[in-house]
């Protein structure tokens, strides 16, 4: 046990090796399947092509822009004492681990599609292994280098921070230390941002323009090979659904363990760890999810074909929750001390707890976690009800399209909006339970726990596009109709837990934000923030209204991708005799680029709203504006993320619903029919709204809070810990609590 005590900090990053070690084994199984026949290849070579050439073409970008902000990462730190110019090293880390997770995920994605697309040729069993498969890769490698990059920076800078100076774990020396480290999120969901705002706007210029002319106007599947935008939308299933949600995730889990790692300073805590086990907590519970995400994985499988696969997912990953949350008691119980625990800002000159402040105990930061798992299994099913096939919600737009497009629109908008009623409650009792159990660490305790099966729902979430892509080269290489039905049956579940991850992600970043905010209110020096001052009601309707005019720079993005798309199409189809006949070939790289182009060129807007207004705002107006601001872009953006990801996930599976018939009124419509035309169009507008502006909200939310909390030293005027507080060293910790509180 003494063992464990000294060397747990450096066992934390080989939680990740694992994770990576399991990664690679399961990335050569895939490899190793058969990729079928040579026009099945060739069509997945055309895929992997158009989606490493957008990479190529985005990472180029992305470079220049990790320069500059490094260099003014670097400078910024040499004008406070509580940072360094490290702060750029660690940026830079982030950033690169970020984009390389998103290119680990697309890789395997590239090559998982078209096995999964033969493995269908015979069985359903054999075709969701191969894509599951494919999606674990993604997972786990996202969480192992999360874990990786995390743990061995924070070994790094608390050792030259901390350890080496002496100095203390709940002052400037771990605030120090940690205020480097925030560099390493900040780099990572900058690229994130950029990730999924790019390759959300690649794919959805792509998918409109096959559905609009493929579909609505020439009557043909999007993935038939005679539609010449049907390539660009498979890479965009890639670039936008892989490459940017493996990168949105990675950034997410890092600003979660970040989060709660800055909050555990202000803990006085008399442990085995030195003092730092509030600290090393998250990213503990963290690697321990990764391990049992590992066995839920193992989990998923099915032998009939009758089976659900909804039900051999959901088997995976309540097994992986709920082995999480039994470990996470033992962790808990063994971190952390008997003793109760206040935070340093509860502390007044003297040293002595402040009457009213909250004091807690480990049971506390236990039921926290637990907390956290309940909120996000609650949104994971609440989002599933609100987008699956075969219940209300869904139900009652497919209803609404037998009397046409405008009422589908309707309907659509209408279960948007009341998708967000119950995540909002459950949410909100989230937060009031975890502050309840622990205060403000309990709050980001529950994001960590929630976050600690990202592995699992990565998976599950990213097995959706494979399959997708499976579909798709099954149509396009007019494979037997067999196959297409199996293909179409993951990707109906695809379209399911891909919802139910953004909502799973959305609730997160709630969580993962109000901790960020209150790290950024401890460390700009601000007691409270007054809605009742005039300059900070401003800014919190300023804040408010960020979400709206971002969401509208992506949907006006993808708007003016895909007109260009269509008239592509247009073209082609006007000027290249024998497509319909199968008699000349699609000028595919056309449509790719023209994806290609407008993403690179229209992500950089929002990109920059995220990044500079918390800078403006805070060095213009002072860190109790600047509050305020991060108050309503957290509120508006939860709202935003929510509606419009759920709107979009119904509109989607009421499109999907015509494929195996509707029943409406008593009478069966099919595709091709006017109802199942209406749904196409409500699908349409639903896709930026599901894969563009919608999951983007989460990163937007939580990267100006991390912009904010990088910048708060700055509004103190670098002077964090303006107040003496009483030194706790990191040999010998005195812990006084109120035992009157």
């Known amino acids: ?74 400078w910024s730190g040499t004008t406070v004492a509580t940072s360094s110019p490290v702060i750029a090293i660690s940026f830079v880390c982030g950033a690169f681990l970020s984009a390389f997770a998103g290119f680990l995920g697309m890789r395997i994605a590239t090559k998982a599609n078209v096995r999964t697309t033969q493995a269908a040729r015979t069985s359903l069993a054999q075709a969701l292994k191969v894509s599951f498969t494919g999606g674990t890769v993604m997972g786990l490698g996202v969480a192992g280098l999360a874990i990786i990059g995390l743990g061995s920076l924070f070994i790094v800078f608390y050792t030259m921070y901390v350890k080496n100076t002496g100095g203390s774990v709940n002052g400037e020396a771990m605030a120090k230390a940690l205020d480097v480290l925030a560099g390493f999120s900040l780099g990572a969901e900058s690229i994130a941002l950029f990730a999924r705002v790019g390759g959300g706007i690649y794919t959805k210029a792509a998918d409109v323009g096959a559905d609009l002319v493929g579909k609505v106007e020439a009557g043909i599947p999007e993935d038939d090979v005679r539609n010449p935008a049907t390539i660009a939308d498979n890479v965009g299933d890639n670039v936008g659904d892989v490459a940017g949600m493996g990168a949105d995730l990675f950034g997410s889990y890092v600003a979660t363990m970040l989060a709660t790692m800055v909050l555990g300073r202000e803990i006085v805590s008399h442990d085995a760890f030195g003092g730092i086990a509030p600290i090393l907590l998250p ?58 625990f206040h935070m340093v800002r509860d502390e007044d000159a003297a040293g002595a707890v402040k009457a009213g402040s909250l004091v807690f105990t480990k049971n506390g930061v236990f039921m926290s976690i637990v907390v956290g798992l309940v909120v996000g299994t609650l949104m994971s099913m609440i989002t599933e009800y ?48 975890s502050y309840h159990f622990a205060g403000l660490y309990g709050v980001a305790i529950a994001a960590a726990g929630m976050m600690a099966t990202t592995a699992m729902q990565l998976a599950i979430d990213a097995f959706g596009p494979i399959a997708d892509n499976a579909g798709g080269i099954a149509e396009m290489s007019r494979l037997p109709e067999e196959v297409r039905h199996r293909t179409d049956n993951l990707d109906a579940v695809g379209n399911t837990t891909a919802a ?19 790290a950024f209110v401890g460390v700009a020096g601000i007691e409270h923030i007054d809605i009742y001052k005039a300059d900070v009601l401003a800014g919190l309707f300023v804040g408010g209204m960020i979400p709206f005019i971002f969401s509208a720079l992506c949907i006006s993005a993808v708007g003016r991708a895909a007109m260009a798309m269509v008239e592509e199409v247009r073209r082609q189809f006007r000027e290249i005799p024998g497509i319909m006949e199968y008699k000349a070939k699609p000028e595919y790289e056309k449509c790719v680029a023209i994806s290609t ?7 950089v807007a929002p990109g920059l709203i995220a990044l500079i207004t ?87 939310i939580k990267l100006m809070s991390i912009v904010s ?18 030194q706790h060293s990191v040999i010998t910790h005195v812990i006084k609590v109120d035992k009157k509180a």
């Open 283 to 340: 990213m503990v519970i963290a690697g321990m999810g990764l391990i049992f995400s590992i066995v839920g994985a193992a989990m998923v499988r099915i032998k009939n074909e009758t089976d659900s696969v909804q039900n051999a997912l959901n088997i995976g990953n309540w097994a992986s929750i709920i082995l999480t949350a039994i470990a996470t008691y033992f962790l808990v119980q063994w971190m952390l001390p008997n003793d109760s």
């Open 386 to 433: 609100y987008t699956a096939m075969g219940k209300r919600p869904v139900l009652s737009i497919i209803r609404q399209s037998s009397t046409g497009h405008a009422t589908n629109i309707i309907g659509g908008l209408a279960v948007g909006m009341e998708s967000t009623v119950l995540p909002i409650l459950v949410l909100a009792s989230g937060i009031y339970g």
């Open 597 to 603: 182009k407008a993403s690179i060129r229209e992500m």
């Open 709 to 726: 909390l990088v910048i708060a030293p700055h509004l103190n005027n670098g002077q964090r810990l303006q107040k003496e507080q009483p």
């Open 500 to 518: 139910t991850g953004k909502g799973f992600a959305i609730a997160s970043a709630a969580l993962t934000s109000l901790a960020l905010f209150a």
């Open 614 to 700: 918390p800078v403006i705002i805070g060095f213009a107006f002072g860190p109790e504006v600047l509050g305020g601001l991060l108050a309503g872009v957290t509120v508006s953006g939860v709202l935003m993320g929510i509606f419009q990801s759920n709107a979009g996930g119904a509109w989607d599976n009421a499109k999907k619903s015509f494929e195996k018939g509707c029943l409406i009124n008593g009478e069966m419509y099919y595709k091709k029919s006017e109802p199942h035309k209406a749904s196409v169009t409500g699908d349409t507008v639903g896709d930026p709204f599901k894969d563009t502006s919608g999951p983007s909200m989460n990163i937007l």
């Open 1 to 74: 046990m003494d063992f464990l005590n000294n060397y747990l900090i450096y066992l934390i990053p080989v939680f990740g090796l694992v994770g990576i070690l399991f990664m690679a084994i399961k990335s050569a199984w895939v490899v190793k399947q058969d990729a079928g026949d040579g026009d099945m290849a060739q069509l997945a070579g055309y895929i992997a092509d158009g989606a490493m050439a957008f990479l190529r073409a985005e990472w180029k970008i992305l470079s220049y822009f990790v320069v500059v902000a490094g260099i003014l990462l670097a």
